[in-house]
Nanobody, 115 residues
Framework: QVQLVESGGGLVQPGGSLRLSCAPS????????MGWYRQAPGKQRELVAR???????NYADSVKGRFTISRDNAKNTVYLQMNNLKPEDTAVYYC?????????WGQGTQVTVSS
């Protein structure tokens, strides 16, 4: 069973930056997209950013201009560069990979933005 391994979360002050990474533990074929979701306490999980197989990217309005998603195709690794972080970005961030077959989810990594 292939798993997605996330890293890079942590505690950061407002205005700071973090970079999340997500890599599969094995091979994943026929990837349509790779992306990041987040879930804050008491809220529904929401899409943060997604990168399609052709390189097209989508972002939530709340993170446009601050977050950048990128992908290393050779490693099937997806990154989320988060700049100018705000307290409202505090959440558990989940990596997601969509294929023509199953979808894959990471275990989640906590991002806390606080002074």
């Amino acid at each position: 069973q292939v798993q997605l391994v996330e890293s890079g979360g942590g505690l950061v002050q407002p205005g700071g930056s973090l970079r999340l990474s997500c890599a599969p533990s094995g091979s994943i074929f026929s990837i349509n997209y790779m992306g990041w979701y987040r879930q804050a306490p008491g809220k529904q999980r929401e899409l943060v950013a997604r990168i399609l197989s052709g390189g097209i990217t989508n972002y939530a309005d709340s993170v446009k201009g601050r977050f950048t998603i990128s992908r290393d195709n050779a490693k099937n690794t997806v990154y989320l560069q988060m700049n100018n972080l705000k307290p409202e970005d505090t959440a558990v961030y989940y990596c997601n990979v969509g294929t023509w077959g199953p979808d894959y989810w990471g275990q989640g990594t906590q991002v806390t933005v606080s002074s």
